[in-house]
């Protein structure tokens, strides 16, 4: 009999955990699943964890020493950077083309809009601070009077979300920090340490500091070193070769899992706001979609010789699938380096300095999900939000996505910066929470994406220095 191809076998897993899942929450199995099935998701992405340090470690020193010369790292580092911001920003402006042209938050009634703008002028009211972004007054107007009360009524009814305001509280606490404390982020004080807490920019800075002096320092010296590090950087790219033939199998347990979870914590919840859930998804679920599947190939077209839009897909698409079952791009990581390597022709000394930094600071999917996010949202609750104001998020939104980890919900946390920074009210991202698993998965593909597509054009630029 012939075999299925992996990505084929890939795919039906992750209808197949669809499918699971929707019988789980209708037949009551929620319980089995989380306990019998959920941990081997769990597992998946432990190993892909597993490998990703190592990985990353060990391929940027055997890399650097692959380069020609040291000039060409500083170029590739300024060009790599470049692009990416390049790359996020294009990516939010699509996204706020798309809600604009689209208005998602207007489809709710006008009467749910009304009861979503009083609760913002009450919150205004208790936090004089914030800056009124119109002059409208609804909850002054004698004939909302009794909407008011009831709007008061329910809030204090349905108290403080824990969740969020523990979202918002870690929020503040990242931008409490002085200007250059990213930077200073970056350096690591204690390398086991960075290890351990997987802060992949200081991984990378050690690396790269690392691989320099390897090249600097006398061959006769460097040589054991040099080749014991080619030689694990082997075993863990055979590792990721493994992992990759045994992920159908990962890929059914992570999908049926997250999505019973996803279900029993949030179902209530989506009903109420299901018009506003359902428009604003599909908004940026189609934003995201013209990203990856229309920017990113039209710019490996014109940038990339000898590489076609379809076999650019194709060539990710393993990566891809990856990224939508476990949401993170950092568990995608060694995936990704595989890969774009094999099937992208990216060549190591590229694709192992370009990938683990995209990695960490270049999201576009999540950014452009922030930018749909707030514009919707302000909508929703009857608020005008004007170019000055947009052009705000396309720049905090940019900075939260670079600043955002490469795990699931990341983006979602990040969001309250945004939010806060054109004057809206942070505990919106409750809003949200409901549908946010599913698009988590949907932005990652496209996080991931735009780091295979940056890593192409970058080795297209560099192939004449390789
Ligand atoms: N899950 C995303 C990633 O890992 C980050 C986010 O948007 O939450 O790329």
Redesign the pocket.
């Known amino acids: 009999m012939k075999r299925i191809a992996l990505h084929w076998q890939v795919i039906i897993a992750l209808v197949l955990g669809i499918i699971y899942s929707i019988l789980a929450v209708q037949y009551g199995w929620q319980e089995f699943t989380k306990s019998w099935i959920d941990p081997f998701g769990s597992i998946f992405i432990n190993v892909l964890k597993l490998i990703a340090v190592p990985l990353v470690l060990f391929s940027i020193i055997s890399g650097i020493g692959s380069l020609k010369n040291i000039k060409q790292l500083g170029r590739v580092g300024v060009k790599t950077l470049l692009i990416y911001v390049g790359t996020t920003m294009s990516a939010i402006i699509i996204g706020l083309f798309c809600v604009n042209l689209i208005q998602p938050g207007n489809y709710p009634s006008d009467e749910s809009r009304l009861e979503k703008r009083i609760e913002y002028e009450l919150w205004l009211r208790d936090n004089p601070d914030v800056p009124r972004l119109d002059k409208e007054c609804y909850s002054c107007k004698e004939e909302n009077a009794e909407l008011v009360a009831s709007v008061i009524e329910r809030i204090s009814r349905e108290g403080v979300n824990e969740d969020v305001a523990d979202k918002i509280r870690k929020a503040k606490e990242k931008k409490a920090k002085g200007p250059l404390q990213p930077l200073v982020d970056v350096v690591p004080p204690n390398i086991i340490l960075a290890l351990a807490e997987m802060e992949m920019l200081q991984i990378i800075f050690f690396a790269v500091f690392f691989g320099l002096v390897l090249i600097m320092i006398d061959k006769k010296k460097s040589k054991a070193v040099s080749r014991l590090i080619d030689g694990l950087n082997e075993v863990f790219i055979a590792m990721v070769n493994i992992v990759i033939k045994t992920m159908p199998f990962f890929v059914f347990a992570l999908m049926a899992g997250s999505l019973v979870k996803a279900a029993g914590d949030n179902l209530d919840k989506l009903q109420e706001q299901l018009v506003f859930l359902l428009n604003y998804s599909w908004v940026v679920v189609f934003g995201l979609a013209l990203v990856a599947f229309v920017l990113y190939p039209t710019l490996v077209k014109i940038f990339v010789k000898g590489m076609s839009m379809k076999g650019f897909l194709r060539g990710i698409s393993r990566a891809q699938l990856t990224a939508f079952s476990t949401?993170?791009?950092?568990a995608t990581l060694p995936v990704t380096m595989e890969t774009v390597h094999d099937n992208l022709n990216v060549p190591k000394s590229i694709s192992s300095f370009v990938l683990p930094i995209g990695a960490t600071v270049n999201?576009d999917?999540?950014s452009l999900?922030q930018g749909v996010a707030v514009v919707a949202m302000a909508q929703f609750h009857m608020i005008e939000l004007d170019i000055a104001q947009q052009i705000v998020i396309v720049l905090t939104a940019t900075l939260a996505s670079i600043g955002?980890a490469?795990?699931?919900?990341?983006?979602?946390v990040l969001m309250i910066v945004v939010l806060e920074s054109v004057g809206l009210n942070p505990a919106w991202i409750a809003i949200i929470l409901p549908v946010d698993r599913i698009l988590?998965m949907c932005?990652?593909v496209v996080?991931v994406t735009g780091d295979a597509t940056v890593s192409s054009l970058i080795a297209s630029s560099e192939s004449e220095a390789l």
Do not use: C, E, K, Q
């Open positions: 949401s993170s791009s950092m999201m999917g999540t999900y955002a490469a795990v699931p919900s990341a983006g979602l988590d932005r990652t996080n």
